[in-house]
């Protein structure tokens, strides 16, 4: 298990702005929240960090921004309309509701995790729920209206497929990427932000030969695996897990799970599958639609398979505040860190002065602080003392502080504390960002 609570990691959320209950002031809404400022800021950094890797970093992959709302065709061809649903039993005692296959038990009689009581799945079974979340387009609701939030970003990706490949003259292998909101109406409660009814994912469909699939699927395992691990996550909290034949989702022939050590247990951050060519041959079938593609080396038509990476921004986001926590002693008080890595942290640098009443140091922070916000993201900040201010700083993750003082009106000089080491160096004013671009660039 993970040495921090997550008690510990949603009080810091809350307290310093990283991540609140949604609609908080009417009671919440169950398996929602909203990203704060620093949240915000480390969400969009996470998926930065994604985009970079696979899609600026790579000559292969092609960004992709699809609509949420789609025909609603397309998610009968998907599989969705009829197979995206949990299992769902009532418990007769508590009356509430659980997905059955979570429960605790033998294959017929359930132990009710709310209540504790039976729940005999013979005499009581489970009914499917469908976990997509409907709404209506145009003015009528009816049922030629209505259709569905999309429940997963991979299917504007297949719908695309010949546009992308035809606009960009592309050639297998190929993939398309792109990152974006799905609905859910999960069940389960979710472990803070693990599990939530709206969320973000990131997901490639890379587009291969089918002879080649095996190859493609073994490299992105690979590939997404050494993300996290160069992004700092701790290697011994990261595993991999091949799903077995009997969990293998209706279009897989292969698929594993990228896992983090949450403190609640091993947790699925990504799954790699390889999808065959289940996608493309369902869309193809319900829309009419030709969509092999031409071979020119071998003269000839087929469907490519698909590898897909598919990952959650909100889950690796929390695997990284999790995983960049600690506590540690300073001097007899409590430190509390988060050393996320440099392109994570919500603020690169702060600007402290040390004397907030001194008009001339005032005026000098705030130059210095306007000048380094061209390069970076920077915090001015003058609402405490400077141990006050290191420690909160040290708390969201602050790589830098720049202080200030009386000295520095004389000497132009300022003082730079590092995030993880609490070294402290005098640096002049004219090479400072030159200093700062050299580590965080
Ligand atoms: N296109 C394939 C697909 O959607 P998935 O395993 O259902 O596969 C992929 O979802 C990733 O999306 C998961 O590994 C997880 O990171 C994220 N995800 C799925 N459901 C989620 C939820 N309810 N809350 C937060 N993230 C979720």
Redesign the pocket.
Known sequence: MSDVSMDTIVSLCKRRGFIFQGSEIYGGVG?IWDYGPLGVELKRNVKAAWWKSVVHRRDDIEGLDAAILMNPSVWKASGHVDGFTDPLVDCKSCKKRFRADHLKGDSDIKKCSGCGAQINLKENPPRLFNLMLKTFLGPLEDSSSVTYLR?????GIFVNFMNVLNSRSRKLPFGIAQIGK?F?N?ITP?NF?????????M?IEYFVTPEDADDFYKRWVETRFNWYLELGVTKDKLQLRPHGENEL?HYAKA?T??EYLFPFGWS????I?NRGDFDLKQHAEHSGKDLTYFDQTRQQHYLPYVI?P???????TLAFLVDAYREEEVKGSKRAVLSLHKDLAPYKIAVLPLLKKNPEIVEMAKKICSSLKEDFVVKYDDTASIGKLYRRQDEIGTLYCVTIDVQSLEDKQVTIRDRDTMEQERISVDSLQKYLKEKLL
Not at 268 to 271: A, V
């Open positions: 398996s429940p997963e970003t991979a299917q799905s859910r999960e979710g932000t693990f599990r939530t009814r709206e969320f973000e994912q997901e989702a698929c799970d990228i699925e951050l990504e799954g599958a897909e598919s990952g959650g921004v909100d889950r690796a």
